[in-house]
């Protein structure tokens, strides 16, 4: 039997949730379009992120360590899979759309710069006058302008609901910047899970990480109230051998007490809220998807930590130090002299201004690409 688009929508229509968006109420698109013969609208966006020269990118995109540091530390790419994963586990507990989470998941850090946060703070500073940079911002710009990959459009010409909920994606570490997407409104309930997923992967996967470098030893932890919880719940001492499948058993330990917190919490919530309609999600003063009170307590915790104990680590902070540097670096000369920059980016000067576009084309380069590009540019011995 083949299930076309159709068939696919009614089983949305039946399976879903009442609170959940359904692809065939979607908003549309800017640029009409067919519709699909075999996928939903959502599940089109999301292919057509991941087929982009953007996703591909994230595979040499730090997202803590430096991708020549180790082939098994997260990268951009690892940590997006992982965010999307966890989408998609929330997503099908709670009887939401899971392509559309996945969708949200997945084009969330296509914006972000080299070098993780450093990448991304040191453009922010060095673009304070001309727009400042934000990588949801710009994960938004990739998807609606940066990409070209049709004749009649620039752009992906995704669904109003995944553009909405890239917009509105938000941590502590990414604030959004919603104009044009009615900002006094929440976030929908899919947009909303991917924000804890987010947050969910990183703090799971930094800590793994971090372990695995050796910049946290196991008693570091012992301070924290969910180290001490996850440390019973595997049955691992201080004093025994801390082993790869200790620490494996650990982390798994930890995203299963997160996934577990969010979705008993949020069905609290949606139950105590009489939620019923993706415009009650929205219309509700706070985020439905949460942590119950006495988690977030401990999540702070752990955050609190890896910042301080992890992130400002010394042998991080050199790197994020170079990194500012190299990329501003970069950043001035292209300013001085835009003749050197690659042809095809010239081209946009005709449309956007020089800031801009010097921007765009450093927040596009893969780590390898920036440290290879600032050689060509500063070292008298490297071919241009």
């Not at 999301?46 to 087929?51: E, K, N, S, V």
Request: charged letters at 25%; glycine letters at 6%.
């Amino acid at each position: 039997m083949l299930y076309k688009r159709e068939k696919l929508e009614e089983i949305e229509t039946a399976v879903l949730a009442p609170y959940a968006l359904k692809s065939a109420e979607s908003h549309g698109r800017v640029h009409p379009e067919n519709p699909s013969a075999t996928r939903t609208a959502f599940e089109r966006d999301r292919d057509r992120i991941i087929h982009t020269t953007a996703f591909r990118r994230l595979e040499y995109k730090t997202q803590v360590f430096v991708n020549y540091e180790g082939d098994h530390y997260r990268t951009r790419l690892t940590h997006t899979l992982e965010v999307a994963q966890l989408g998609r586990s929330l997503a099908r507990g709670l009887g939401v759309n899971q392509d559309l989470t996945e969708a949200i998941c997945l084009a969330h850090d296509l914006g972000h710069s080299p070098f993780g946060h450093a990448g991304e703070h040191i453009l922010n500073r060095l673009m304070k006058e001309h727009g400042g940079f934000n990588h949801n911002t710009q994960s938004f710009r990739v998807v609606t302008e940066l990409e070209e990959r049709y004749p009649g459009f620039k752009g992906l010409n995704l669904t109003y609901e995944t553009r909405e909920g890239m917009l509105k994606h938000e941590t502590d570490y990414d604030k959004s910047d919603a104009a044009g997407y009615e900002p006094n409104k929440r976030a929908s309930l899919e947009a909303q899970i991917a924000n804890l997923a987010d947050e969910s992967a990183y703090n799971a996967h930094d800590l793994d990480d971090g372990l695995r470098a050796g910049l946290l030893l196991p008693h570091d932890l012992d301070e924290l109230t969910i180290w001490q919880e996850l440390k019973e719940a595997v049955g691992w001492e201080n004093g025994r051998a801390f082993t790869p499948l200790i620490r494996h058993e650990l982390i798994r330990e930890l995203i299963g007490l997160t996934m577990r917190d969010i979705l008993q919490n949020t069905a609290d919530n949606l139950a105590a809220y009489q939620i019923d309609s993706p415009e009650k999600v929205q219309a509700h003063t706070d985020n439905l998807v949460s942590y119950s009170a006495e988690f977030a307590i401990k999540v702070r915790q752990l955050k609190s930590f890896l910042f301080q104990r992890m992130y400002r680590h010394y042998r991080l902070m050199r790197m994020q130090t170079k990194a500012e540097r190299f990329i501003s670096e970069i950043f001035h000369a292209y300013i001085q002299e835009p003749q050197m920059l690659p042809t095809n980016t010239q081209k946009q000067l005709n449309e956007l201004p020089l800031h801009r576009v010097v921007t765009d084309y450093i927040a596009g380069m893969t780590d390898r690409f920036a440290l290879d590009e600032w050689q060509k540019l500063f070292d008298p011995y490297q071919p241009a």
